[in-house]
């Protein structure tokens, strides 16, 4: 260590013997202080979807195999060999299983946490106590299914495109997008030991299983009754009809924020004006459109997961058409449903 001080001290000492004072070294000046914003802050980037947190089997994602403890990327497909299984955490603290065979993937821009696209899956809800939580809601690609505050299902998308569903605790609301006439989402609310059968439109519910074990059986043996097969054609039928339901449950919606940007409008005119019981009854007015924008969005919601999931399917049998009527609506859904 001394040696590295050798010839400073030299260079010092000559100067002083030529009768020069030292030129001392200016200090490092310091960084510019780092701006920070402090309205705008850096916000942690969000955790993914889901975690696979166990597994059995050679599971895939998005082709390749998978590990435990791996985080789930939204939109990637998650694989289930024959007789193997997949747990998975979601971020909004439910789980599921799923059981294969079996393909899902997780979403991120919508009300449904996944869709089962073919296959099995059991998934759970805990009770969320004080802390705000979204439902569970898992869609297939004839029934979405959703646990409110906390309940346990178990659900089948069979190979020819129909759905059942068993509650096995708490309670869960089983839908296909139909609307009454008032353009509200019909659904129907089954309790804990309760199934219902969804070949397209939801069946007179029935007795169901109460246990998982029992639930795996009825849904295996459902599942390996032979059905015939399906034209390619009535299958492109069928996922037309899904995409027109879903452009007049986006008019119905577009039409209504319209009313409410005019109704909003209006208001400010007499309120700005002083015209107070006018005023009142647009409050009123507004109060009333917010409900029907929420029973619109929900039934947006509700086709738009239908139509992703059977086109999910189609894709999956190679079966899919030319033009893809998800990618179509996609912008439109977005700007409508924040999604």
Not at 289 to 311: K, V
């Amino acid at each position: 260590m001394r040696r590295t001080r050798v010839a400073p001290l030299l260079a010092l000492a000559l100067l002083a013997g030529c009768g020069e004072d030292p030129v001392p070294t200016p200090p490092p000046e310091p960084p510019p202080p780092e701006e920070v914003d402090e309205g705008h802050a850096a916000r942690p980037p969000d955790p993914p979807p889901g975690t696979l947190v166990r597994l059995t089997g050679t599971v895939t994602v998005g082709g390749a195999e998978a590990t435990a403890s791996m985080e789930l990327e939204a939109e990637t497909p998650i694989d289930v060999p024959d007789a193997g299984q997949a747990v998975v955490q979601l971020r909004d603290g439910g789980r599921i299983e799923l059981d294969g065979p079996a393909r899902a993937i997780l979403l991120e821009d919508g009300a449904a946490q996944a869709i089962l696209v073919r296959g099995r899956l059991y998934a759970a809800q805990p009770p969320a106590g004080n802390a705000p939580r979204p439902p569970l809601r898992i869609a297939s690609p004839t029934a979405t299914v959703e646990i409110g505050q906390s309940g346990e299902i178990y659900l089948a998308a069979f190979p020819w495109g129909g759905s059942w569903v068993a509650v096995l605790e708490g309670a869960a609301a089983v839908s296909v997008g139909e609307a009454d006439t008032r353009r509200r989402l019909r659904d129907v609310e089954l309790d804990a030991g309760r199934a219902v059968a969804v070949p397209d439109r939801i069946a007179e519910p029935t007795e169901g299983p109460s246990r998982l074990a029992a639930a795996r059986e009825a849904a295996a043996a459902l599942a390996a009754i032979e059905t015939p097969a399906v034209e390619e054609s009535a299958e492109h039928a069928v996922l037309a009809t899904e995409a027109d339901r879903l452009d007049q449950a986006l008019r119905w919606l577009e039409t209504e924020a319209g009313r409410g940007r005019d109704l909003t409008n209006q208001h400010r005119d007499a309120v700005r004006q002083g015209q107070q019981e006018e005023a009142t009854r647009l409050q009123r007015e507004l109060v009333a459109h917010s409900q029907a924008l929420y029973r619109l969005r929900r039934l947006a919601t509700a086709r738009w997961e239908r139509l992703r999931a059977r086109q999910l399917r189609l894709v999956e049998l190679g079966r899919a058409p030319t033009e893809d009527p998800v990618a179509a609506r996609q912008d439109r859904v977005d700007g409508l449903l924040g999604q």
